[in-house]
Antibody, heavy 122, light 111 residues
Framework: QVLLLESGPGLVKPSQTLSLTCTVS??????????WHWIRQHPERGLEWIGY???????YYNPSLKSRLVISADTSKSQFFMSLSSVTAADTAIYYC??????????????WGQGTLVTVSS | QSALTQPASVSGSPGQSITISCTGT?????????VSWYQHHPGKAPKLLIS???VRRSGISDRFSGSKSGNTASLTISGLQVEDEADYYC???????????FGTGTTVAVL
């Protein structure tokens, strides 16, 4: 059973960089065709797909965040990461990590972590 | 990015059936059978219910079913139960550069 756990600072100052970690247990992070995703939920709003890092290290980002975003992985630690620079209050959200077990677009995200709230405020 | 459109809330009595719609465009829902549905109890991890429009995840009750017509996907919950009270989100692959897009979310209330 794959389990995901997000961690990171709950509070980030405007213009700084938001850095989050997703720790994976129960499966190898470099298993073939595993795609590790980040998603966020703004307060009182729906979900926004952020991007992913694949089992082989390739990445794909939401174009609206691409200029500020880096997603990477450390297979030795079974962790993957996201870093979002130049944050503003608009980046305040609950951030989730999740797994998609295929490069087939029809496969859903399963499982998800419980999420971590990040507030951008001075 | 343009999110998929869902009703903000849907309600029903125990035992009834409800349907949640998810409307997109030919660039996403209408163009592909790549729609997933998630159940989210606030404070918990979202849970995958359905993939590929209508394929239930293993272990998910057959009270949950998915379908699609044109640019609109639907999730039907039959035999509504109190524990079905949650937020529900659709997700679709899109040919736009965002690759994936979520719905605006629907809160289900069991009256």
């Amino acid at each position: 059973q794959v389990l995901l756990l997000e961690s990171g600072p709950g509070l980030v100052k405007p213009s700084q960089t938001l850095s989050l970690t997703c720790t994976v247990s129960g499966h190898s992070i470099n298993s073939h065709n595993f795609y590790w995703h980040w998603i966020r939920q703004h307060p009182e709003r729906g979900l926004e797909w952020i991007g992913y890092v694949s089992y082989s290290g390739t990445t794909y980002y939401n174009p609206s965040l691409k200029s500020r975003l880096v997603i990477s992985a450390d297979t030795s630690k079974s962790q993957f990461f996201m870093s979002l620079s130049s944050v503003t209050a608009a980046d305040t959200a609950i951030y989730y990590c999740a797994l998609r077990r295929s490069n087939y677009y029809g496969v859903g995200l399963d499982p998800w972590g419980q999420g971590t709230l990040v507030t951008v405020s001075s | 990015q343009s999110a998929l459109t869902q009703p903000a809330s849907v309600s029903g009595s125990p035992g009834q059936s409800i349907t949640i719609s998810c409307t997109g465009t030919s660039s996403d829902i209408g163009g592909f059978n790549f729609v997933s549905w998630y159940q989210h109890h606030p404070g918990k991890a979202p849970k995958l219910l359905i993939s590929e429009v209508s394929v239930r995840r293993s272990g998910i009750s057959d009270r949950f079913s998915g379908s699609k017509s044109g640019n609109t996907a639907s999730l039907t919950i039959s035999g509504l139960q109190v524990e079905d009270e949650a937020d529900y989100y659709c997700e679709s692959y899109t040919i736009r550069s965002t690759m994936y897009v979520f719905g605006t979310g629907t809160t289900v209330a069991v009256l």
